[in-house]
């Protein structure tokens, strides 16, 4: 029922991976080499130091040797050298993952019909603004999450997980799910029945239909034989703000925080269960599809 992506600490691990290669890549540029260098020189005085004596012998000199040694003394060692192809490219893939664009796959079916598991998504990292990796703190704000967007974000229950969802709720919205119909801020959403949607993996039809949130035109899944309460919400950070019955809830979104929702609204442990997300939690905009194994097809955008 979860939306999370399998990410665990691999942001950390190539920042660590980059830090180390890009240091021993810098300390060879600006020292090693240089010792190396010298070694070299003094090296190869000596060779030619050598030669000079053999020639005033009358022995024939070994002149062959002499671009091979310097070769040798200058070869950097295995490490350095395989430190140093390595820097430019986890550099280069560290930046497009921290500032531009990053992978993820769905692992479950919370968000069908619009992602499918094993639906491998590309997300923009700066449409919301551009943020330090690791600690995810803006630097440059750019936009903020809008009603529709499909975001990635940490879980507010365990930052190191990421999970994709919907937003349903902005700050400052007042979100009501009863009977398993969406308002907004008083303004109940227009829903339109669509052909039942088959699950390859049970191999059974579900409700389907298309849901307007805030001009964002997108399919929504519905089963006939799930409540329309939430069982058991946890007892998140201003649960206070929201109230339950037997019909759903209704929350007020607090500032800076969003509320999500799966788009497979019966099979989705959402902002319903767990509470709001905080803005330091948002990780980008998922946009695109761009592998999927089982069904090429599936290769596209999506809202």
Same mark, same amino acid.
């Given at each position: ?7 665990? *600490? ?17 300390? $060879? ?18 060779? $030619? ?85 690791? +600690? ?63 699950? $390859? ?27 329309? *309460? ?51 939690? +948002? ?5 695109? +599809? ?14």
């Amino acid at each position: 029922m979860s939306g999370q992506t399998i990410l665990s *600490y691999f942001s950390l691990i190539l920042f660590v991976l980059m830090v180390g290669t890009g240091i021993i890549w810098f300390l $060879d540029v600006f020292h090693l080499s240089k010792q190396r260098r010298l070694k070299a020189d003094q090296a190869l005085a000596e060779f $030619d130091a050598r030669n000079e004596r053999l020639k005033a012998e009358g022995i024939k000199r070994d002149e062959s040797g002499r671009a091979a040694l310097e070769a040798n003394l200058l070869r950097q060692p295995t490490w350095i050298e395989y430190s140093g192809s390595f820097f430019p490219v986890i550099a280069l893939v560290f930046f497009v993952r921290s500032f531009l664009y990053e992978p993820f796959k769905i692992p479950s079916a919370s968000m069908e019909p619009t992602l499918e598991s094993g639906d491998f998504i590309l997300v923009n990292k700066y449409a919301y603004g551009i943020r330090l990796p690791i +600690i995810n703190k803006t630097m440059v704000h750019v936009g903020d999450p809008q009603r529709g967007d499909v975001m990635v974000f940490r879980y507010p229950e365990d930052p190191s997980t990421n999970y994709i969802k919907r937003v349903v709720g902005v700050p400052g919205d007042k979100i009501v799910y009863k009977n398993k119909h969406l308002t907004i801020n008083g303004k109940r959403l227009a829903y339109q029945p669509m052909a039942d949607f088959l699950d $390859d993996a049970s191999l059974t039809y579900i409700k389907q239909f298309s849901e307007n949130l805030n001009g964002v035109q997108h399919r929504i899944l519905n089963l006939d034989n799930r409540p329309a *309460y939430v069982p058991d919400p946890d007892n998140f950070p201003q649960r206070e703000l929201c109230t339950y019955d037997i019909e759903g809830f209704a929350c007020s979104v607090p500032a800076g925080h969003y509320f999500m929702m799966g788009d497979n609204r019966d099979n989705s442990r959402d902002s319903r269960y767990w509470g709001f997300v905080p803005d330091e939690n +948002i990780v980008g905009k998922a946009f695109f +599809i761009w592998m999927n194994f089982g069904d090429l097809k599936r290769i596209g955008g999506f809202q």
